[in-house]
């Protein structure tokens, strides 16, 4: 729909870039090693499927599913109970000490695109009940994901999203890179062991 294709487009753009963020740099290595596009692309791509970077929205997906709207809060409260508090996948990011924009934006159009489905009202619910628990706001992970189960591509499909847009912001930091003319070599300093 163009409701949908606009939601997409605006989801792709809050994606694209992200400071020096895991893959990011990884393409940014590969192109100062003058590697081609299609393999800085590889190379960021491998390290996006992370489940602590664009791999993030199936351990979201898996919790959303886990839940309905009607036992969110009993969700969080088994997350806290297994000392879990910090690991709410969904929720806080360490570059945003007032909770990620992006997140709380693209769950507000998953909610305009279909308040009915049942994992997008989960999603909002969960997002409640973790604000209660004292949880940070949720983040782009779930965000995307609830997103992607708006648009009926899950979890899979909020990451490819993720991945797509994504790609502008490697490919224009790998042309910086080119242009820079060195190699990125970071340093390591032995401590033992």
């Known amino acids: 729909s163009e ?14 870039e992200h400071e020096l963020n895991a893959s990011t740099f990884t393409a940014r290595v590969a192109a100062s090693a003058l590697a081609d596009p299609i393999a800085v692309v590889l190379a960021a791509l491998a390290t996006h499927t992370g489940g602590r970077h664009g791999g993030q929205s199936r351990h979201v997906g898996a919790l959303l599913e886990s839940t309905s709207p009607e036992r969110a809060a009993g969700a969080v409260r088994t997350w806290i109970r297994r000392g879990e508090m910090a690991s709410l996948p969904g929720f806080g990011h360490r570059l945003y000490a007032d909770g990620d924009p992006r997140g709380a934006f693209l769950l507000a159009e998953a ?30 992970d779930l965000g995307l994901t609830a997103l992607g189960y708006a648009l009926g591509v899950g979890s899979e499909g909020a990451q ?34």
């Open 3 to 16: 409701r949908g294709t606009a939601a997409v487009n605006r989801a792709l753009v809050l994606c694209a």
């Open 160 to 193: 490819a999203i993720f991945a797509l847009g994504r790609m502008a912001g490697w490919l224009a930091h790998a042309r910086e890179q080119r242009v820079d003319g060195r190699i990125l070599r970071p340093r390591a300093r032995y401590i033992g062991e």
């Open 111 to 140: 909610e305009a695109l279909s308040p009915r489905r049942k994992l997008v009202q989960s999603a909002r619910a969960l997002t409640d009940a973790a604000a209660e628990a004292g949880y940070e706001p949720p983040n782009l």
